[in-house]
């Protein structure tokens, strides 16, 4: 079974401008949650999305948006592009199994760097 | 989510037992704990989790006091691909998708 795929891996913007990040979950995963991971404040939590909603979300400003496709796959916008948003944005999904521990599995992630 | 406190980094001989411990002592009744570890560059990589009881599976061993308020992480074996950094969550069943990693342990296996 194929893992969680991201694309792109690597993406160089330039402050003001806006990014799309895509997350492709395992085969009949249907939460994704989203992940952002600097030096500096290690790794946090963005938002996840499940049957398409958002169902948590982390505390970032409202220029980092995301959605969710029928299919599960899921994508993360961030608009506006500060240096600050420079990071390892990584992608999870799990299964969702009522009353059970519901692993995640994580993509490779994909390097944003803004200059 | 209770906090915890994991050494910020520790080194192990290649084939001794790693023992990475964990405090999560305002942890509650209903909370779990969960250790995940991230090699470098890699996205994190789910161990184990547990409740109350010593859980054991292929990769490791997770130990719970019992008072719940420390946990051990055992690899029984250490190898150089465990070189990572080693991170203990504690959260309920409820939301657990929204995981707080924390600054994790970097565990370095010495050759």
């Known amino acids: 079974k194929a893992g969680v795929t991201q694309t792109p891996r690597y993406l160089i913007k330039t402050r003001g401008q806006q990014v799309t990040l895509s997350c492709s979950p395992i085969?009949?995963?249907?939460?994704v949650s989203w992940y952002q991971q600097t030096p500096g404040q290690g790794l946090q939590f963005l938002f996840e999305?499940?049957?398409?909603?958002?169902?948590n979300k982390g505390n970032f400003p409202g220029r980092f948006s995301g959605r969710q496709f029928s299919n599960s796959r899921s994508e993360m916008n961030v608009s506006t592009l500060e240096l600050g948003d420079s990071a390892l944005y990584l992608c999870?999904?799990?299964?969702?199994?009522?009353?059970?521990?519901?692993?995640?599995?994580f993509g490779p992630g994909t390097r944003l760097t803004v200059l | 989510d209770a906090k915890t406190t994991q050494p910020t980094s520790m080194d192990c001989a290649e084939g001794r037992a790693a023992n990475l411990p964990c405090n999560h002592s305002?942890?509650?009744?209903?909370?779990?704990v969960y250790w995940y570890r991230q090699i470098h560059s890699q996205g994190p990589q789910y161990i184990i989790h547990?409740?109350?009881n010593n859980e054991t599976n292929e990769m490791a061993s997770l130990i719970i006091t019992e008072d719940r308020k420390s946990s051990t992480l055992i690899l029984p074996h250490a190898t150089l691909r465990d070189t990572a950094v080693y991170y203990c969550?504690?959260?309920?069943?409820?939301?657990?998708?929204?995981?707080?990693f924390g600054t994790g342990t970097r565990l370095t296996v010495i050759p």
């Open positions: 999870a999904s799990s299964l969702e199994v009522a009353g059970a521990y519901n692993e995640q599995f």
């Open positions: 085969s009949g995963h249907r939460s």
């Open positions: 999305y499940f049957s398409e909603t958002q169902r």
């Open positions: 305002t942890i509650s009744g209903n909370e779990y």
């Open positions: 547990g409740l109350k």
């Open positions: 969550i504690v959260r309920g069943y409820s939301g657990a998708n929204n995981l707080f």
